[in-house]
């Protein structure tokens, strides 16, 4: 027979922080548990697996709502799947466009210590560069390497 444990020890199994939980909690993708009679939090087993599928979605970079519409769909088996595989389409693509940023930065990069011959500060290919953004041969926005 399972038994409820406390937050911290679902924290431990689920590999989420206490904090966390909470705050998951505060965002309605895990319901306030019941509590123990010290006023404990309480989490069953299907409470902490939900806090490993929450986890991993998050590792795999879903945004909050975007879990969300996936714990939706979890909960509903006989639903199709075509809502869960857009939803992976959609992190698929701002991976790839990730990707292609840093690569573009990768080169960007590439070029500036390639033209940089070891000369002065004042004829330095990379200190010209990070001074006259119309040096770079990319464009390689920083908001275009962070997650939103």
């Known amino acids: 027979m399972a038994r409820d444990v406390t937050i911290g020890e679902a924290a431990r199994q689920s ?4 904090t966390t939980i909470r705050f998951y909690e505060d965002r309605g993708l895990l319901k306030a ?5 010290g006023n404990q939090r309480l989490y069953s087993d299907r ?13 795999l970079g879903f945004d909050m709502a975007a879990i969300g519409e996936l714990l939706d769909l979890a909960a509903h088996p006989e639903a199709p799947c075509v809502d869960a595989d857009r939803l992976a389409r959609a992190r698929l693509d701002e991976v790839r466009r990730r990707i292609a940023a840093l ?5 960007e990069l590439e070029r500036m210590v390639a033209a940089c011959e070891g000369g002065t500060a004042g004829q330095c290919a990379v200190i010209e560069s990070l001074a ?5 041969r990319a464009d390689h926005d ?7």
């Open 132 to 136: 006259e953004h119309a040096h770079c």
């Open 15 to 18: 590999g989420v922080k206490v």
């Open 33 to 37: 548990p019941p509590r123990s009679e």
């Open 47 to 59: 409470d902490v697996a939900r806090l490993r599928f929450i986890r991993h979605a998050r590792d």
């Open 103 to 107: 690569r573009a930065l990768e080169g």
């Open 142 to 148: 920083r908001a275009a390497l962070v997650q939103q």
